[in-house]
């Protein structure tokens, strides 16, 4: 319980730093950069825009600092996040809602089946210690792991969308042709359009769920309960899966839960490569549009995600792995 | 790149090595593994070639001097761009920027990392509590998005925002390393002994505890190099670097600019990606080999149980 409750204390600090973190920013870089945006978006906006923006970054303003700071913190705890300016008098919540679910359907199903074959490689490769697959996975991912994750992406766009013709290779389905729905066609386009993306994840990410497997695999197959198995005569696939790797996967579903966090965030150059319609792509356009108030909400969402998933994650473990709960 | 810890097998090193020996050690290990001696080739050439960029390509990087659109010749080997400018200049000028960043990251990160990590085990107590508290927090807070939120901030980008915005947010990992580290260490004879000889607290760190502490120091230099190569990259990518140095970054930004793969120029942006590549291939295959022959204890089968959390 007390384990629970520390995680819990952290959680609240950590959301504290972030929150406070995206207020003092832009109010501490040098060179205002929240005055330069204003400055550019002042004919475009009525006066109520330019009035929210003001308050936003606290220019102009008659009020402290720390009034600016409550007043930041209560809109964000009333979920109340500003107006886009590239989307202009849309709300960022909105904007948001609208991309949310293209990265949670392409990175999410991704996740989960890089997690499920990796988890399997893993147990594999650690039960045949030597053979073929671990010989040659260990190595593949020491190199895959230093290759930029945009640059499998660029390399997959030119061999299978531009070169072969296999899979579009850019946007989230076709723009001019297609017109979003509930029917057959346009759910076929969208699994061709993220084909490919979801390759340049899964090859990025695979090799840590692999690893991570197979090397707590291997210490557990070392384990006394194991090598009674083995005298007990029991069948090799039961050790394997019951004896073995079911007390290996603990790190692994740990990982998992954490993963998950990452969802969000976790494909943002890949997203800009394939110029896939999600948030990842998203907070690229604000940045570079200098849509500040979307790329703080953005900012948000995303260590928000994280924090919560690290969260799950140590409960998780305190859930699942009893030595936890006795060692607090 | 929201860097979820990589294939890199993460490690809980036990062993603890004198500082000569240490050194030793590396020669001895660079030698001795085919990982590390293909790690040391792959980075000498870079830094050679970083040195004296002159004396390989004769072009210049920036000049738009050519043709636009050429395909590879013996005159440029890589062709040209669609502004005319010679992609093997670009690609060889470019090696002195990446490898600034990681070489200057790396020891800063690795630096702040060793003063906060064993300082906080090293005191104990209330420091101990508050700085293990600033290190878990910034290790739980998304470090692309954060640097991408900075930089974007920062407006006048510059190789040296790059540098300090990296620096500043991505010593964590490493400090918190060093910290489990050095807290197997307080209680030693030796550190006892300096204590009663009535040494400062500051000679015990620098003097006594850090260089017992080498070769997880050097490791994390490595990964934190590995880890600046991209993270810079990226940024370069995506156009929060300084759009005139010249760099792979900021290569592979202008010819996603000029949707080069889509036009048919693709090496514009498969060269410089293929060079990260192999640099960030270099310092891992160091590290990874280091990690085996510099303790011992992880080599068989007891490798790599990743101790996360708390």
Redesign the interface.
Same mark, same amino acid.
């Given at each position: 319980m007390r384990y629970v409750l520390r995680r819990l204390g952290?959680f609240v600090?950590?959301l504290w730093?972030?929150l406070t973190?995206?207020f003092l +920013?832009?109010r501490l870089?040098?060179?205002n !950069?929240a005055l330069?945006m204003l400055a550019k978006f002042h004919g475009e906006l009525g006066p109520g825009g330019l009035n929210a923006l003001e308050t936003l970054f606290g220019v102009n303003t008659h009020q402290s600092l720390l009034q600016q700071y409550f007043g930041y913190l209560h809109d964000v705890f009333t979920g109340n996040f500003g107006i886009s300016l590239s989307e202009y008098p849309a709300t960022v919540t909105s904007v948001i809602g609208s991309a949310i679910w293209w990265t949670v359907g392409l990175v999410g199903v991704t996740t989960v089946l890089a997690f499920l074959l990796g988890t399997g490689l893993g147990i594999v490769s650690a039960w045949r210690r030597g053979g073929k697959l671990d010989s040659i996975v260990?190595?593949v #991912?020491?190199?895959?792991?230093?290759?930029?994750?945009?640059?499998v992406a660029?390399?997959l766009? =030119?061999v299978f969308g531009?070169t072969l013709h296999w899979f579009p290779s850019q946007g989230g389905y076709y723009v001019t042709t297609d017109t979003p729905g509930l029917n057959l066609t346009f759910f076929q386009d969208v699994i061709n359009h993220a084909f490919l993306p979801a390759l340049a994840l899964l090859i990025t990410?695979i090799?840590?769920w @692999?690893?991570?497997m197979r090397?707590?695999m291997?210490?557990t197959l070392?384990e006394d309960y194991v090598r009674m198995a083995r005298a007990k005569g029991l069948p090799g696939r039961r050790i394997m899966l019951d004896y073995a790797a079911r007390n290996a996967i603990l !790190?692994n579903l740990?990982?998992f839960a954490?993963?998950l966090g990452?969802v969000v965030?976790?494909?943002?150059?890949i997203e800009? /490569?394939f110029n896939y319609p999600g948030v990842g792509y998203m =907070?690229?356009q604000a940045?570079?549009g200098?849509d500040?108030p979307l790329?703080?909400a953005?900012?948000l969402l995303?260590?928000v995600a994280?924090?919560v998933a690290?969260l799950a994650?140590?409960l998780l473990?305190a859930l699942l792995d009893p030595r936890t709960r006795a060692a607090r | 790149?929201?860097m979820? /810890?990589?294939?890199?097998?993460t490690k809980t090193r036990a062993a603890q090595i004198p500082a000569g020996h240490a050194l030793a050690r590396v020669g001895r290990a660079i030698r001795s593994s085919r990982?590390a001696a293909t790690g040391t080739v792959l980075l000498v050439i870079f830094i050679l070639v970083a040195l004296f960029p002159g004396v390989i390509a004769h072009d210049s990087p920036t000049q738009d001097a050519y043709p636009p659109r050429l395909g590879p010749s013996s005159a440029h080997l890589l062709g040209t761009n669609s502004y005319g400018q010679d992609l093997f200049a670009q690609v060889i000028w470019g090696t002195r920027n990446v490898l600034i960043i990681a070489f200057t990251v790396g020891l800063l990160t690795t630096g702040i990392a060793v003063l906060i990590g064993v300082a906080a085990a090293y005191l104990g107590g209330g420091w101990d509590g508050t700085l293990s508290?600033v290190t878990?927090?910034l290790l739980?807070?998304?470090l692309? !998005? =954060?640097l991408? /939120? @900075?930089a974007?901030?920062?407006?006048?980008e510059s190789t040296i925002v790059l540098i300090t915005a990296i620096t500043l947010t991505s010593w964590s990992y490493t400090a918190r390393q060093l910290r489990s580290q050095a807290l197997t260490l307080r209680n030693r004879d030796f550190l006892e002994a300096a204590r009663v000889r009535g040494e400062r607290k500051i000679y015990v760190i620098v003097m006594e505890v850090i260089p017992t502490m080498t070769s997880l120091i050097v490791a994390s230099f490595l990964t934190n190099a590995?880890y600046a190569v +991209?993270l810079s990259?990226?940024l370069q990518?995506?156009? =929060?670097g300084d759009p005139n140095t010249v760099s792979w970054g900021t290569t592979?930004y202008w010819a996603?600019n000029n949707a080069a793969?889509?036009t048919g120029e693709?090496l514009w942006? @498969?060269a410089p990606? #293929?060079c990260?590549?192999l640099l960030?291939?270099a310092?891992?295959?160091l590290n990874?080999a280091f990690d085996e022959i510099g303790n011992p204890a992880l080599r068989p089968?007891?490798?790599?149980?990743?101790v996360?959390?708390a």
């Amino acid at each position: 319980m007390r384990y629970v409750l520390r995680r819990l204390g952290f959680f609240v600090l950590t959301l504290w730093v972030a929150l406070t973190l995206n207020f003092l +920013l832009p109010r501490l870089m040098p060179g205002n !950069p929240a005055l330069a945006m204003l400055a550019k978006f002042h004919g475009e906006l009525g006066p109520g825009g330019l009035n929210a923006l003001e308050t936003l970054f606290g220019v102009n303003t008659h009020q402290s600092l720390l009034q600016q700071y409550f007043g930041y913190l209560h809109d964000v705890f009333t979920g109340n996040f500003g107006i886009s300016l590239s989307e202009y008098p849309a709300t960022v919540t909105s904007v948001i809602g609208s991309a949310i679910w293209w990265t949670v359907g392409l990175v999410g199903v991704t996740t989960v089946l890089a997690f499920l074959l990796g988890t399997g490689l893993g147990i594999v490769s650690a039960w045949r210690r030597g053979g073929k697959l671990d010989s040659i996975v260990p190595p593949v #991912f020491v190199i895959t792991s230093a290759i930029p994750y945009f640059w499998v992406a660029m390399v997959l766009v =030119l061999v299978f969308g531009i070169t072969l013709h296999w899979f579009p290779s850019q946007g989230g389905y076709y723009v001019t042709t297609d017109t979003p729905g509930l029917n057959l066609t346009f759910f076929q386009d969208v699994i061709n359009h993220a084909f490919l993306p979801a390759l340049a994840l899964l090859i990025t990410t695979i090799g840590t769920w @692999i690893l991570t497997m197979r090397n707590t695999m291997i210490t557990t197959l070392a384990e006394d309960y194991v090598r009674m198995a083995r005298a007990k005569g029991l069948p090799g696939r039961r050790i394997m899966l019951d004896y073995a790797a079911r007390n290996a996967i603990l !790190p692994n579903l740990v990982g998992f839960a954490m993963s998950l966090g990452f969802v969000v965030s976790g494909a943002i150059l890949i997203e800009y /490569v394939f110029n896939y319609p999600g948030v990842g792509y998203m =907070l690229l356009q604000a940045v570079s549009g200098e849509d500040y108030p979307l790329m703080q909400a953005l900012f948000l969402l995303i260590t928000v995600a994280v924090l919560v998933a690290i969260l799950a994650a140590d409960l998780l473990t305190a859930l699942l792995d009893p030595r936890t709960r006795a060692a607090r | 790149m929201a860097m979820p /810890v990589s294939g890199v097998p993460t490690k809980t090193r036990a062993a603890q090595i004198p500082a000569g020996h240490a050194l030793a050690r590396v020669g001895r290990a660079i030698r001795s593994s085919r990982k590390a001696a293909t790690g040391t080739v792959l980075l000498v050439i870079f830094i050679l070639v970083a040195l004296f960029p002159g004396v390989i390509a004769h072009d210049s990087p920036t000049q738009d001097a050519y043709p636009p659109r050429l395909g590879p010749s013996s005159a440029h080997l890589l062709g040209t761009n669609s502004y005319g400018q010679d992609l093997f200049a670009q690609v060889i000028w470019g090696t002195r920027n990446v490898l600034i960043i990681a070489f200057t990251v790396g020891l800063l990160t690795t630096g702040i990392a060793v003063l906060i990590g064993v300082a906080a085990a090293y005191l104990g107590g209330g420091w101990d509590g508050t700085l293990s508290v600033v290190t878990d927090v910034l290790l739980v807070i998304p470090l692309f !998005p =954060l640097l991408i /939120v @900075i930089a974007a901030y920062a407006q006048g980008e510059s190789t040296i925002v790059l540098i300090t915005a990296i620096t500043l947010t991505s010593w964590s990992y490493t400090a918190r390393q060093l910290r489990s580290q050095a807290l197997t260490l307080r209680n030693r004879d030796f550190l006892e002994a300096a204590r009663v000889r009535g040494e400062r607290k500051i000679y015990v760190i620098v003097m006594e505890v850090i260089p017992t502490m080498t070769s997880l120091i050097v490791a994390s230099f490595l990964t934190n190099a590995l880890y600046a190569v +991209l993270l810079s990259s990226s940024l370069q990518f995506i156009g =929060l670097g300084d759009p005139n140095t010249v760099s792979w970054g900021t290569t592979l930004y202008w010819a996603q600019n000029n949707a080069a793969l889509q036009t048919g120029e693709p090496l514009w942006a @498969i060269a410089p990606g #293929f060079c990260i590549a192999l640099l960030g291939a270099a310092f891992a295959l160091l590290n990874y080999a280091f990690d085996e022959i510099g303790n011992p204890a992880l080599r068989p089968v007891r490798r790599s149980k990743r101790v996360r959390g708390a």
